[in-house]
T-cell receptor, first 114, second 116 residues
C-alpha cells in the first residue's frame, strides 16, 4: 500500500464545474503539499499546509491531521486547469523526514473540457 | 517564490554515453537538493539527497556509480547518468531547499531523458 493515496486517478470535468481531489496518507507528517504538473513535466508548488485551510484564487486546500486526509478544490474550473495534480507529504522526523524529502502520490490527471 | 532552474529540459542520447543534468537555485542558497525520477504514470521517486559539500545519500536500489551526483556549491547540483541505457529513459527532476525554508519544496522544470 502506498503511503500517499490520491483519488480519483483521472477526472474529466466541464468548464465551470467544482472539482475535488482527495489525498490520504498513512505516515506522520510535518507538512502536506499540493503540486501541479503540466504536460511538459515541470512542477509548480500550489500549497504547503500543516493544518486548516488555504486559499489562492480559485484553489482551496484543506487538511484534517487527525484523519490524515487532505482535499484540493478548484472552483469555476477552466480548461487551463488541465494538468496532473500531485499530493505529497513531508514525513515527520520519526518517519524518516530528517532530510526534508517528499513522498508523492501518483497524481490525479484532470481534464477540463470547454 | 524561490526559483530553481534545471537544464536541459529534454535530451536524447545514444546508449553507452553519459548525460549531465544541472539544477541551479537562482535566488537562494540550496543547502539540500533532491533528485527524483518519474516513470510514466508513476509517482516521483526519490533517487538521492545531496547536501552541499558532502557526498550524496542514495535511496535503496539506486546505483551510485551510475547516477553521479555532485553538489559542489550552494547554488548548483548536477546529476550525471553514466553509460546510459534505454531503461534509464525517464523524467528526472530536482528539488531544492535552503536554510530557513523549512520543508517547502522548490522544483526545477525537469529533464526528459531518452536513451536510444
Amino acid at each position: 500500500k502506498n503511503e500517499v493515496e490520491q483519488s480519483p486517478q483521472n477526472l474529466t470535468a466541464q468548464e465551470g464545474e467544482f472539482i475535488t481531489i482527495n489525498c490520504s496518507y498513512s505516515v506522520g507528517i510535518s507538512a502536506l503539499h499540493w503540486l501541479q504538473q503540466h504536460p511538459g513535466g515541470g512542477i509548480v508548488s500550489l500549497f504547503m499546509l500543516s493544518s486548516g485551510k488555504k486559499k489562492h484564487g480559485r484553489l482551496i486546500a484543506t487538511i484534517n491531521i487527525q484523519e490524515k486526509h487532505s482535499s484540493l478544490h478548484i472552483t469555476a474550473s477552466h480548461p487551463r486547469d488541465s494538468a496532473v495534480y500531485i499530493c505529497a507529504v513531508s514525513p515527520a522526523m520519526n518517519y524518516g523526514g530528517s532530510q526534508g524529502n517528499l513522498i508523492f502520490g501518483k497524481g490525479t490527471k484532470l481534464s477540463v473540457k470547454p | 517564490g524561490a526559483v530553481v532552474s534545471q537544464h536541459p529540459s529534454r535530451v536524447i542520447c545514444k546508449s553507452g554515453t553519459s548525460v549531465k543534468i544541472e539544477c541551479r537555485s537562482l535566488d537562494f542558497q540550496a543547502t539540500t537538493m533532491f533528485w527524483y525520477r518519474q516513470f510514466p504514470k508513476q509517482s516521483l521517486m526519490l533517487m538521492a539527497t545531496s547536501n552541499e559539500g558532502s557526498k550524496a545519500t542514495y535511496e535503496q536500489g539506486v546505483e551510485k556509480d551510475k547516477f553521479l551526483i555532485n553538489h559542489a556549491s550552494l547554488t548548483l547540483s548536477t546529476l550525471t547518468v553514466t553509460s546510459a541505457h534505454p531503461e534509464d529513459s525517464s523524467f528526472y527532476i530536482c528539488s531544492a531547499r535552503g536554510r530557513g525554508q523549512g520543508v517547502e519544496a522548490f522544483f526545477g522544470q525537469g529533464t526528459r531523458l531518452t536513451v536510444v
